[in-house]
């Protein structure tokens, strides 16, 4: 599957077959976040790969109760370094949080092309990720997502239309 026919297939999934990720997929998968871009090539990023079943279960209840989370048999955690990143991305903002989440979206997208499914979490406590998965000081937690292969087909979302979000030349 050619990329954009992965972002015209991409669905949330939430429920998984318990089927393993082969390692050289979940290789492939992890290879396409490493090429993402970053802010001055920082790369301000480490991906830790649970598939502790103990562990999944504990991020479920960091998660806000997503039991559908611990379903997968892996659950990717991105975490960014703000002291590595560039810090005046825009001459107001520090770069580590688009640049994990650009490698985030290239796992995804690769792992949709796969045959995978995922699905954002952007509703956890950090603090309870941090402290389950021994995540240090320097680092901050971006965004989750479980990835197996998908045991539901999702129904396809609305999009907004080209016309509501994009404008030429001048802001309207």
Not at 66 to 73: N, R, T, V
Request: with cysteine; aromatic share 8%.
């Amino acid at each position: 599957m050619d990329v954009l026919e992965a972002i015209k297939t991409r669905r949330s999934v939430r429920r998984y077959k318990p089927d393993p990720v082969p390692e050289e997929i979940l290789k492939e998968i992890l290879s396409a976040a490493r090429m993402a871009p970053s802010a001055d090539n920082a790369q301000p990023w480490k991906f830790v790969v649970v598939t502790d079943e103990e562990i999944k279960r504990k991020l479920v209840q960091a998660c806000n109760s997503q039991k559908f989370i611990a379903e997968a048999p892996i659950v990717i955690v991105g975490c960014g370094f703000p002291d590595d990143a560039y810090a005046t991305a825009g001459g107001y903002m520090n770069s580590f949080v688009m640049d994990v989440m650009i490698a985030m979206d290239h796992l995804i997208l690769a792992a949709t092309s796969l045959g995978l499914g995922s699905c954002w979490i952007a509703a956890f406590k950090e603090e309870k990720v941090r402290e389950i998965i021994g995540i240090p000081s320097d680092a901050r937690v971006v965004a989750l997502t479980p990835l197996g292969y998908p045991n539901e087909v999702p129904n396809k979302t609305s999009r907004k239309s080209l016309a509501e979000l994009i404008s030429y030349d001048k802001f309207e």
